[in-house]
């Protein structure tokens, strides 16, 4: 896989080393059992995959190559560039300006965009709107287009199965850039309609069966699919494609679940006729991400530490697997951890920062599992690390445990 040129001050050493030694050991990722740090009083378990996926290192290279080979103009990004706060602080503190938020609120009007200015196209890509807007005005959306591979994987596939009379059914956040380019894409060539989750996929297969009559289709999707979608037609012929940062086992049970339901209606015989097989547009760097936490669950640990963006999807999914198991702390950045009694972090259900008190149990030894998200700098994870070993006097060297390895 293709090596990036990033800055040096998001490359780590104490987890840099770590992957490098499972790379070599176990180059396929068959193993996703995690690594074990074993600093005597404290003990990390450290999940084998995590970090920097190939479209961020991508994205971020493009990024500041940008600001090194354009001195004197005017940068710009449609939105954040991935969904970390320190990646995009970092860019703004270099002059990059963003032109809108992730839910497509303006900043900078179209009109104070001109042809000598430079725009960013971010990781998850833009809708064909935008994509034309910025054309119209003279501007590059080739050169200083960013869109993560594996998101165009996606929008092929629902090309491909869409000029084939497919309607695209889209696993994913409809208000999520990512998903809102998808769609823009997808309708070009199909109907097209969002699904939050299995629950919602459930209320479709009742509409596919005609056991909840068509016109609460209307009123239930609202804002989430395409104009003049028509149930009676354009739900004879289906395909799933998703959001690449969404759960990968949730998407397969949507598409599971809308199979099933296409199985029903027309004989599972003729499912080829009806159903897309889309399995091929799952992201690895997601999938790997997910096992490696799933690898996680099924050791022994005390507490759970994820590290990345709040605002990030595919973090958010880790920190709801490893709930499941642990007292899970999502947290940004190493200063969330105040002290060895208290923790800022951050609530999925609340969507605001709490405080926890005695998150570090008083046994000795303490094993904390450790992951971050898809957009999280490794960095950053070794700054929680160091943070986690101060509290614990007795600690072994870094060195001597990662030797040791």
Known sequence: MKKFDIPAHYKSSIISHIKELRKKDDPRKKDFTPTRLDFGPVVFLIARHFGFCYGVENAIEIAYKTIDENP????FLLSEMIHNPHVNEDLKNRGIEFIMDNYGKQFIRWDEITSDDIVIIPAFGTTIEIENLLKQKGIDTVKYNTTCPFVEKVW??????GKENYTIIIHGKHKHEETRATFSHSIQNSPSVIVRDIEETKFLYKIILGEIPESEFYSFFK???????????????????????????????IADLVRDAMIKKYGAERIKEHFADTRDTLCYATNDNQSATMGLMEEVADLAIVVGGYNSSNTSHLVELLEEKFPTYFISEAGKIISEQTIKHFNLRSHTEKT??????????????????????????????????????????????????
Do not use: H
């Open 223 to 253: 804002g989430k699919y395409s104009d003049g979608f028509n149930v009676e037609k354009d739900l004879l012929k289906v395909g799933v494609v998703n959001q690449t940062t969404m759960l990968a086992s949730e998407t397969q049970a």
């Open 72 to 75: 004197g103009k005017r940068i």
């Open 356 to 405: 926890t008190n005695n998150y570090l149990p008083s046994k000795r030894p303490v094993t904390i599992a450790i992951t971050s998200g898809a957009s999280c700098p490794d960095s950053i994870v070794d700054e929680v690390l160091n943070r986690l070993i101060s509290f614990f006097g007795d600690a072994a060297n870094t060195d001597d445990v990662l030797g040791g390895l």
């Open 156 to 161: 092929n596939r629902a090309d491909a199965i």
